[in-house]
């Protein structure tokens, strides 16, 4: 407002400006007067849009005076003038104005014919000026509002939102400047008084910075005010519905404890927030300035797009319906965050990031609430609703940003409202998820609760909970029961329960608990043994998770337990037969070389040989067999092993390492002579009579002693001795004792020498495959092969696989040679295959090694030649022996399995000579079995044989076997054999065994097609 003090200064301006103007008139075209239409302000309606009369006007280098219209003149004729003075042109002096003249820096000065000066054309100024001229027709004087729009307008606005312009200065001329009503004011409008006297018309000039207010409103103060009252009721309805619910959401969470009802409230509650943002009252309570109230209706946006964030990922559940999503989700909630400080610097930065990240909200929550909803997911068919009008909410506040939406007082209002039904909707969707799923969760808890406790009871378990902080143990009364003990014996503390346990597992247990119980959450696996009310101890299996507390470390520890006795009595029995002899139960090989090889390198001082080795082979054990049969031949194994046991001490170890071979270590009597004398007493002691099936035998054995000196460093070069010992007494005429010496070496160079040429009889080709028919005995014609191995030695001419195969499988080539004679079998029997097709095919038979059925190996080396090489499945056969397959029965069955799924066949050889054979045949997928020769022999020499072989053809049948009797040797045998059942023969009255191109021609002699 101009004051009266102020007159002869804004003259004296008066008469500076139109001395500068006369001045640049001689160098420039003097500025033209602009007229501006006059709008009626005493009109009646509430509200007049004075936007299409007013004037812009950029203030920087433009001299810009307003003047009042005459108000004499007719309306006609009335002619408010605003004149322009353009810039001085280049070169062109400025005139400084004199002190006497000087104005105010901000404008304003009247002038003596009643104009204001609102520029000097100073380079320097900013900003806009708004001019727009008003009548009072009336004979009162009249008050209006001017309401200008200080939002900017277009996409601008919308994509890159800039501080509402201050409206800092107000002229008029002709009437009173306009004066700020602050306590009149709405959020992005700025609101000023005008007065105007009765017929009188005055030029108004409103000044801001850039972007200059979109629109400018001549309002009638009561109906402006009753408009205010009106929308602040509106507001205060929205902000009290949306509070109210928010607290309720809160209380909801806080006793549900569900993660959706947490979103829902916190989402209530940011909404909270931006419409107080929205309303301006954070602006009025903080009394922030137009940037700051950009940066605080940012932070809004930003607490509430991260609300929508996580509102999707608990809401939806989208961890378990949508992994990917819930890990954006995730990270887009925390992500969002960063528009806090970037807004605080940069205001147009942050409020462009939030409105983006609302964005991606909508329009990446919107197609997730939908595929939820069509994937009949409750909670996102509640959601759709408030997700559709959230939608509808942002549409609106997004043209209303941009200036496209008509309505320009109530577009906040009615953006808000939407957007305060949308969290309503979402707010009754938590609710009635949180109730209503805590109303079916009920009974569904208690079923639960049931289904766990019969699970719990249908397993043999029971609860184990302890509660770390307090020292209270609670277990339930199933696991009493598995001990045999009454219920509440084992609750109270954990040490109570721990005092039940067997006293040498109490520290193991007792350390790893407390590791665990440091690592926080984690889950672990314990198993030891607790005393059961009988005094037998029994293996219990605990299986718990820790709880972590704040401190990081397990505050509660719960889980099951269980009785694991049979397992742990089964591995027990595993491990020990894995290590164990099956037959005798003395250590195998593997168990007795780690002995060995623990006294080789036992630490400390000792004044005598670390040990001392025996090696025993059992003389004519094969005539043993012969005589009585395998049964036979098993019986005097175990009974010699009992023998040996009584013998040694606990220090000592007997063990068997192969068919009639028995290894001995002594750990205290190492010195030669009492290794000599122990072994002289052993064989005399051996010796003894044994009756077995009625008879007695009287063993004997040769034994070979090896003293492990310091020189030793390896069990395998002690056991090395002890064999060369052991075969030079057997050279020696058998029943004798050998210990080691040095010269002994040399009668193994034989072996040595027999060794090198084997390990080089591959490379140079010297193996050669053999083929005996196996023929069949209804019709006489030959149905398939076995390849047998011979070895072209260039000095000792061919040798039989008895030759080289022990020492092959020994010296580790005999999977080279396993390997060799699967390749050239099937390469023959393809060919066969091919030259004389059948209507069933011809198979070969090729034997397979203990070392080899042992080993993965096998199974790469079938799978290679089946997969390489054009034969029909299951005619190449794989032949391995009954005692074979009794060594290790559990691996075998797992083995040959595996084998016969590549496609390749199996017999079991020598079938009737090992033990046990009936009680395992069936377990094994042999599809060919072939009665040992021995059998074959003793058809004429007693009545008794033909009923075993009768006996074994029948139950092959049963089992869908074939049977092949090996050792057929003559006609009234294979007419026999033919009449009991048997399938084919196979034997020298067929054929001996051939090279392939003589089984090529005997194939075109005896093959039927």
């Known amino acids: 407002m101009r004051r009266d003090g102020l007159k002869g200064a804004r003259a004296a301006g008066a008469l500076a400006a139109l001395f500068f103007a006369c001045l640049s008139g001689f160098v420039l075209v003097p500025g033209k007067a602009q007229a501006l239409d006059a709008v009626a302000l005493d009109d009646d309606r509430p509200v007049v849009n004075l936007t299409p009369f007013v004037e812009r006007y950029e203030e920087s280098g433009q001299k810009l005076t307003i003047e009042a219209p005459d108000t004499g003149a007719s309306d006609q004729d009335t002619s408010p003038q605003a004149k322009v003075t353009p810039p001085p042109a280049a070169g062109a002096e400025k005139a400084a104005p004199t002190p006497e003249t000087e104005t105010e820096a901000d404008g304003g000065d009247a002038g003596n014919d009643g104009s204001v000066v609102l520029s000097d054309g100073s380079l320097e100024a900013t900003g806009i000026w708004l001019a727009a001229a008003l009548r009072n027709r009336s004979e009162e004087p009249v008050t209006r509002y001017l309401v200008a729009d200080r939002r900017g307008g277009g996409f601008l606005n919308l994509a890159w939102p800039m501080p509402a312009p201050e409206v800092d200065r107000a002229y008029a001329a002709g009437a009173e400047d306009p004066t700020p009503v602050p306590w009149e004011a709405r959020p992005g409008f700025a609101v000023l008084a005008l007065t105007v006297d009765p017929a009188t018309s005055v030029t108004v000039a409103l000044h801001s910075d850039k972007p200059a207010p979109a629109s400018l409103y001549l309002w009638n103060p009561t109906s402006w005010q009753a408009f205010n009252r009106r929308l602040s009721l509106i507001e205060g309805g929205m902000l009290g519905v949306v509070a109210a619910l928010a607290i309720y959401l809160a209380a909801l969470a806080v006793l549900t404890r569900m993660p959706a009802a947490r979103a829902t409230a916190a989402l209530l509650a940011t909404g909270f927030l931006v419409e107080l943002a929205e309303f301006g009252y954070l602006t009025q309570i903080t009394g922030a300035s137009a940037k700051w109230d950009l940066v605080l209706r940012t932070v809004a946006l930003t607490l509430f797009a991260a609300s929508v964030f996580s509102l999707e990922r608990f809401f939806l559940d989208l961890e378990r319906h949508f992994a990917l999503a819930s890990r954006a989700a995730r990270l887009l909630s925390l992500g969002i965050l960063v528009c806090i400080p970037i807004a605080i610097f940069l205001p147009q930065a942050g409020a462009a990031l939030v409105r983006l990240g609302l964005a991606v909200a909508l329009f990446g929550g919107a197609p997730l609430v939908a595929m939820a909803a069509l994937r009949g997911i409750r909670p996102a068919q509640l959601l759709i609703p408030g997700t559709a009008l959230f939608g509808l909410a942002g549409l609106v506040a997004a043209l209303y940003a941009a200036g496209w939406l008509p309505g320009t007082f109530i577009g906040t209002p009615l953006a808000v409202g939407i957007f305060t039904i949308a969290l309503v909707l979402f707010a009754f969707a938590a609710a009635y998820q949180a109730q209503g799923g805590r109303r079916r969760s009920d009974v569904g808890t208690v079923r639960s609760e049931q289904r766990h406790a019969f699970a719990l009871t249908g397993a043999r378990q029971g609860v184990w909970d302890w509660d770390i902080v307090a020292d209270t ?70 299986n718990a998770s820790c709880i972590a507390g704040p401190e990081g470390f ?35 090989r593997a168990l007795f070389m780690d002995r060995l090889d623990r006294a080789i390198h036992r630490a400390g001082l000792i004044d005598r040989p670390r040990a001392a080795l025996l090696l025993l082979d059992l003389d004519r054990f094969k005539t043993v067999n012969d005589s009585l049969g395998h049964s036979g031949g098993d019986a005097l194994l175990i009974a010699v092993a009992r023998r040996l046991e009584s013998m040694v001490t606990q220090e000592d170890t ?159 080539l005999i999977h080279d040679l396993g390997r060799f004679a699967l390749r050239a079998a099937s390469e023959e029997l393809a060919t066969w295959q091919k030259l004389f097709p059948m209507e069933k095919p011809l198979f070969a038979s090729v034997n397979v090694s203990s070392r080899q059925l042992l080993r993965h190996d096998l199974i790469d080396d079938v799978k290679r030649v089946l997969h390489r090489i054009d034969i029909v499945p299951g005619s190449l056969k794989l032949e391995v022996t009954e005692s074979l397959v009794m060594e290790n029965p559990e691996f075998a069955a797992q083995m040959l399995a595996r084998v016969k799924s590549l496609g390749a066949g199996l017999s079991l050889d020598d079938f009737g000579t090992g033990y046990s054979s009936l009680s395992y045949l069936q377990r094994f997928p042999f599809d060919t079995l072939k009665v040992d020769r021995s059998f074959v022999a003793g058809m004429s020499s007693d009545r008794e044989t033909p009923v075993i072989i009768r006996s074994m053809v029948t139950l092959a049948h049963d089992l869908g076997m074939e049977v092949v009797a090996e050792g057929t040797e003559s006609e009234d045998q294979a007419r026999d054999l033919a009449a009991m059942g048997c399938d084919y023969g196979q034997g020298y009255y067929f054929g001996q065994p051939m090279r392939a191109a003589e089984a090529l021609d005997f194939i075109a002699r005896y093959s039927r097609r």
Not at 522 to 537: C, I, K, P, Q, W
Not at 787 to 804: C, I, K, M, S, Y
């Open 473 to 542: 143990l609670y277990v339930s009364p199933s696991v009493e029961a598995m001990l045999g003990l009454d219920a509440g014996t084992l609750g109270g503390n954990e040490v109570s329960w721990r005092e039940h346990m067997h006293p040498a597992d109490r520290e193991t247990y007792r350390n790893a608990l407390n590791a665990y119980i440091g690592r926080g959450n984690v889950s672990f696996t314990l198993e030891f043994r607790m005393r059961h009310s009988d005094g037998a101890f029994r293996w219990v299996a605990l």
């Open 654 to 812: 007997v063990a068997r390492i192969d068919g009639d071979e028995f290894a001995i270590l002594l750990a205290t009597r190492t010195s030669r002579d009492d290794a000599m004398a122990f072994a002289e007493s052993l064989a005399e002691f051996l010796s003894q009579p044994i009756e077995i099936a009625g008879q007695e035998v009287f063993p004997t054995s040769s034994v070979g002693v090896a003293i492990c000196e310091d020189s030793h460093e390896r069990p395998e070069e002690l056991l090395n001795e002890a064999e060369i010992a052991m075969y030079r007494a057997k050279r020696s005429g058998k029943a004798r004792i050998e210990i080691f010496e040095a010269g002994m070496r040399g009668e193994a160079d034989d072996n040595l020498s027999l060794e090198t040429d084997l390990r080089h009889a591959i490379e140079r080709r010297q193996f050669e495959i053999y083929y005996q028919p196996i023929m069949s005995l209804t019709d006489g014609s030959v149905r398939g092969f076995e390849a047998l191995v011979r070895w072209n030695h260039p000095e000792q001419g061919l040798l039989t696989p008895d030759t080289f195969v022990p020492l092959a499988e020994e010296i580790g």
């Open 554 to 588: 397990a505050t509660r520890c719960v889980g099951t337990a269980s009785d694991v006795t049979p397992r742990k009595t089964a591995e027990e029995r595993l491990f020990h037969d894995a290590v164990h002899d099956s037959l005798t139960g003395l250590p195998n």
